[in-house]
């Protein structure tokens, strides 16, 4: 009788120890509900249509930028002569903007011609990701521009 104890005994302390080893595993399996990506802040563009943007190698272009407001749908920003603004929709991968109003400076005519690239690529716009903390621009699948965090974003 000692011994039909003895092995109940130790099948029920493997049984505990099984079940707690099935739960363990079982809780790092739960899904991971992630907040959908957040477009919203002030952008830098470091790149457009894979083709770095370099600001200083441009007379007269200043920094493009991109700011993006969720709560209002707002978007504006610099497009390197201009400033422009109009209204966007974010659904955590399809971005559309609305279309564009742009101020009406004249700048030097790389400065412009650079403009004119960058506008027509926010005009192709479709969908957005936020990758490695820069945000990415694409239009039918095709990267069309990067940014950076502006400084203090």
């Given at each position: 009788?000692?011994?039909?104890?003895?092995?109940?005994?130790?099948?029920?302390?493997?049984?505990?120890l099984?079940?707690?080893?099935?739960?363990?595993?079982?809780?790092?399996?739960?899904?991971?509900?992630?907040?959908?990506?957040?477009?919203?802040?002030?952008?830098?563009?470091?790149?457009?249509?894979?083709?770095?943007?370099?600001?200083?190698?441009?007379?007269?272009?200043?920094?493009?930028?991109?700011?993006?407001?969720?709560?209002?749908?707002?978007?504006s920003?610099?497009?390197?002569?201009?400033r422009?603004?109009?209204?966007?929709?974010?659904?955590?991968?399809a971005?559309?903007?609305?279309?564009?109003?742009?101020?009406?400076?004249?700048?030097?005519?790389?400065?412009?011609?650079?403009?004119?690239?960058?506008?027509?690529?926010?005009?192709?716009?479709?969908a957005?990701?936020?990758?490695?903390?820069?945000?990415?621009?694409?239009?039918?699948?095709?990267?069309?521009?990067?940014?950076?965090?502006?400084?203090?974003?």
């Amino acid at each position: 009788m000692k011994k039909h104890t003895h092995i109940h005994r130790y099948l029920n302390s493997i049984l505990a120890l099984v079940t707690l080893l099935m739960v363990a595993a079982l809780s790092g399996c739960a899904p991971v509900v992630e907040e959908p990506p957040s477009v919203d802040g002030n952008w830098l563009l470091v790149e457009l249509n894979e083709e770095p943007v370099q600001v200083s190698q441009v007379v007269g272009l200043q920094q493009p930028t991109l700011s993006l407001v969720e709560e209002s749908g707002k978007a504006s920003g610099t497009s390197g002569v201009n400033r422009f603004s109009c209204t966007y929709t974010f659904d955590g991968e399809a971005l559309s903007l609305g279309p564009i109003a742009v101020t009406k400076m004249m700048g030097p005519p790389d400065a412009q011609a650079f403009e004119d690239k960058y506008l027509a690529a926010l005009q192709e716009v479709d969908a957005a990701a936020v990758v490695n903390g820069n945000l990415q621009l694409y239009g039918e699948a095709r990267l069309l521009a990067v940014y950076e965090p502006a400084p203090g974003e």
